[in-house]
């Protein structure tokens, strides 16, 4: 990743599960060099990366290594101070060419890109610069001067491996971003025209609106029924009937967290048993938004006072049993692009009594 506009960096101590695969990932994203493994007891159970022009160095240590030590995952320990909006531009296209998914966010004056890690640990790219505490300190010479080994031990991907994550595959080069101009910034998107260098030395124009990642949810109740929502779309005309829905608008709400506050805003609805059913781009030809559709089950009534914000309008629920959901689905009266997902993934997941899917 290109260092320039890079005005600052908190340095982490990681927990992952994957040394190699972290690894590597962390090479690709942020340039470092792969520098020194930790051993003790002739068990490897860290490892060093750095940046060879500007000596900031990256521990990353096995989970298993860091019992006590808080749990990182849906948290933003690594936050890097970037000098002006093009260079968020910039990050978020060189994530999203490795195929990593970057998201972006926006509070007061304050605006950010985060990418996830392989083991949900999320890395902040910040405009301007906010102080933030919660991380593990720990210091390196960046130089390798201290290494334990002559050459690495852990076998790496070649980088622009996509590393469990949908990107390019290996071998194929990924366009790159030369020029974006932001066309509309409205309270929910912003509309910009990206102009890219193709592999073979061509230039072309893409157009890209920028919208908040969103999570729905198939609450599955004992007797086989789903939750579906009724609502009115203005850019359809027409009211539509779908699963429970919404944003990740909330600065640091993990996608889960999200999931239940939108199910008992909407339905009233709590569960106790969730796993992930299925992640998806809404429209990839147009824009980076995605979704991740959660599995819900023994449900029960939401406590607190839980309700749908007032602009989404008159909300109706019913439920409907599972196999007459994917018959309306097939039938066209479900087009919404989630609920078409989310239904047909929990009907392909069921007999197996959900046994495939993540907790």
Request: aromatic share 6%.
């Amino acid at each position: 990743m290109p260092t320039n506009g890079i005005t600052g960096v908190v340095v982490a101590s990681l927990p992952v599960t994957d040394l190699a695969t972290s690894a590597a990932w962390y090479r690709d994203l942020l340039g470092l060099d792969y520098l020194r493994e930790f051993e003790s007891g002739g068990v490897i159970g860290g490892c060093a990366l750095g940046h060879p022009d500007t000596g900031y160095v990256l521990a990353l240590r096995l989970r298993a290594a860091t019992a006590g030590q808080p749990d990182l995952r849906g948290e933003h320990p690594l936050i890097f101070g970037v000098a002006d909006p093009a260079s968020l531009d910039r990050v978020h296209a060189h994530a999203a060419a490795l195929g990593y998914r970057p998201t972006r966010g926006q509070h007061r004056d304050a605006a950010w890109v985060d990418v996830v890690d392989p083991d949900g640990i999320a890395t902040r790219f910040a405009y301007p610069t906010r102080r933030w505490t919660r991380f593990i300190g720990i210091h390196f010479d960046g130089d390798g001067s201290d290494s334990e080994y002559d050459a690495p031990q852990l076998t790496l991907p070649a980088p622009g491996v996509s590393h469990g994550r949908s990107g390019t595959p290996s071998g194929m080069d990924a366009p790159e971003l030369i020029d974006r101009e932001v066309v509309y910034r409205g309270k929910m998107i912003t509309v910009h025209r990206d102009t890219i260098r193709q592999p073979d030395g061509s230039t072309a124009e893409r157009e890209v609106v920028d919208h908040p990642d969103s999570v729905a949810v198939v609450a599955l109740d004992p007797q086989g029924r789903v939750l579906l929502v009724y609502q009115y779309r203005h850019p359809v005309g027409a009211y539509l009937w779908e699963l429970p829905a919404g944003l990740l608008d909330r600065p640091g709400e993990p996608a889960l967290d999200a999931a239940q506050r939108e199910l008992a805003e909407e339905t009233g609805t709590a569960a106790r048993r969730w796993h992930t059913l299925v992640d998806m781009y809404t429209s990839p030809g147009m824009t980076g938004e995605r979704v991740r559709v959660f599995l819900a089950r023994d449900l029960h009534p939401a406590g607190g006072g839980h309700g749908p914000d007032p602009d989404e309008g008159i909300l109706t629920t019913d439920r409907v049993p599972l196999d007459e959901a994917v018959r309306r689905v097939r039938a066209g009266d479900i087009a919404n692009g989630l609920a078409v997902a989310g239904l047909l993934a929990a009907a392909q997941s069921r007999p197996d009594d959900f046994a495939d899917l993540d907790h």
